[in-house]
Structure formats: C-alpha cells, structure tokens
C-alpha cells in the first residue's frame, strides 16, 4: 500500500514537537510555546565565497519582511545540493555581475523546501534577534527590511511547489517570531519599486500573512 507522503510542513511541525526529523528537508526544532526555527543550511555549509568586505550590522532589529523570487530555472530538482547550487548561483550574480560585496538576500527558499542563508552572518543574527546584517535586496528597504528569495520565475502565471510555499511559512514565521514583527508587515518587492518581483507570490501575499500568523499561534 502507498502511503502518503507527509507535507513539508508536516516534517517542519514534527520537528518542532521533538521527532525525529533532523535528516528530512526543513527539519526544525522548537525554540518555546510558539516559535520554531527550521533548519537552515549556513554559508559555511553551502561553501558560499567569503564576502568582498566584512558585511556591516544595521544596529536594530528589522520592522518588516520583504519576498522575493530570484527568476531561476523552474527546475524539477528539489535536492539540497540543486538548492546549494542555486545559493552558488545567486552569489555570482551579485558579486560578479551586480558587483555586490556578497548575496544581497538574507535567505533563500529552494524550490524543494531547502533553505540557505544568502549574505554572511543573517543566521548568527537572526538567532540573536537584536540585530540584522544590512542587505542589498530593496532599495530604500535594506537597513529595514529581510530579505527572502525563492528559487524560480514566478511572474508568468507559475506556482511555487508546495514544500516552497510550506518552508517559505515557517521561515517567514521564525523571522517573525525572533525580530518582533507583525505578519502585517509582510511585503513583496513590488511594494517598494517599479519590479515584477516576486510575480504571483505578491498576489498570495494575504494568505502568506494569514498562515504565518496562524503558525505563530
């Protein structure tokens, strides 16, 4: 008989209550009543290149969350090492052809429910929840505002996979849950600038909110 195969989300929640889930995909563990940090894959992990200079502390927490989506390949690989390709990918985009010190995203969803830390030192911060690194993802928005990007192109009428969309939730709910912020202040890239980014997930931007804070409690 074929059972069927538990969420991401799922996995994220089992995790979180104590199973054990520590080699699935987005695998978490609770940090209190409410807040559960997924596992994210560091840039040691990931191999990331070191940054041009040393990345810069904005000094104060973040007041809001800013989505993006990085017009990748819609590619069907939803392995850790497509979505340590892809943090590989975004890296050389920024620094070689936008001439960035480092990825200008604080973290990346992969289209397989994987998440890597972008710019150097978002993860020690975030696990703080005192401070965040300055990113380069919004203008106007970076000494403000994290930044997530997803894996993919989602401004021609695609859809994220679902274990995307269900780790996007919880990585959206953990920053939440560390800095303070409301899922009000949940934004997309459009929000701030003349952009199609982030496509279709700004239209799911309300039901974003709605689940983050569902997860939240």
């Not at 209550?17 to 080699?23: D, Q």
């Not at 979505?83 to 001439?99: G, P, Y």
């Not at 703080?128 to 997530?148: C, E």
């Not at 003349?194 to 569902?214: F, I, K």
Request: with cysteine; net charge neutral.
């Amino acid at each position: 008989m074929n059972l069927p195969q538990p969420s991401r989300r799922r996995i994220l929640l089992a995790g979180a209550g104590g199973l054990a889930a520590a080699a699935l995909p987005g695998a978490a563990h609770a940090l209190g009543a409410d807040a559960v940090e997924p596992d994210i894959d560091g840039t040691a992990q990931w191999r990331a290149r070191p940054p041009r200079t040393p990345v810069s502390l904005v000094g104060k927490r973040p007041t809001k969350i800013i989505v993006h989506h990085t017009v990748s390949a819609n590619t069907s690989d939803v392995s850790r090492a497509q979505a340590h390709r892809h943090a590989h990918w975004v890296q050389d985009l920024h620094m070689d052809e936008n001439d960035w010190t480092d990825t200008g995203y604080h973290f990346l969803v992969s289209r397989g429910g994987w998440i890597t830390e972008g710019r150097h030192r978002s993860l020690d911060t975030l696990r703080g929840g005192g401070d965040f690194v300055l990113g380069a993802h919004t203008s106007g928005q970076n000494d403000q505002a994290i930044g997530i990007a997803n894996e993919g192109a989602y401004h021609d009428g695609a859809q994220p996979p679902r274990a995307q969309w269900e780790v996007l939730v919880t990585l959206c709910a953990y920053v939440c849950e560390q800095y303070g912020i409301v899922p009000s202040r949940l934004y997309g890239h459009k929000d701030f600038g003349d952009t199609l980014c982030p496509g279709v997930l700004h239209d799911r931007l309300p039901q974003l909110r709605s689940e983050v804070a569902a997860s939240m409690g």
